[in-house]
Nanobody, 117 residues
Framework: QVRLRESGGGLVQAGGSLRLSCAASGSIFSTNRMGWHRRGPGKERELVAMITSGGSANYADSVKDRFTISRDNAKNTVYLQMNSLKPDDTAVYYC???????????WGQGTQVTVSS
């Protein structure tokens, strides 16, 4: 079992920045990946960004050049730096984690990000 503890989120004006953090604990393999999904009001859940334990990252097209995902493997923590936020970024952001071979998902409780225009 893996437990995820999220922090960050909140209310920010358009153009502002926020940083999300997610710390994993429990049964963590050396090869894993962590990331963030989000679900906006009336929208489907979508992948925002993901990063492997080796440091390989990918992003949704909608957040490229604005969001940066990073991680501290020693702390089993992933970060999402969100810059130039837009009202369309308003969503509940969920941290997720997968151990190799990436068959089981673990999810955080979600943190609300609200971007006002």
């Amino acid at each position: 079992q893996v437990r995820l503890r999220e922090s960050g989120g909140g209310l920010v004006q358009a153009g502002g920045s926020l940083r999300l953090s997610c710390a994993a604990s429990g049964s963590i393999f050396s090869t894993n990946r962590m990331g963030w999904h989000r679900r906006g009001p009336g929208k489907e859940r979508e992948l925002v960004a993901m990063i492997t334990s080796g440091g390989s990252a990918n992003y949704a097209d909608s957040v490229k050049d604005r969001f940066t995902i990073s991680r501290d493997n020693a702390k089993n923590t992933v970060y999402l730096q969100m810059n130039s936020l837009k009202p369309d970024d308003t969503a509940v952001y969920y941290c997720y984690f997968q151990n190799w071979p990436y068959r089981s998902d673990y999810w955080g409780q979600g943190t609300q990000v609200t971007v006002s225009s």
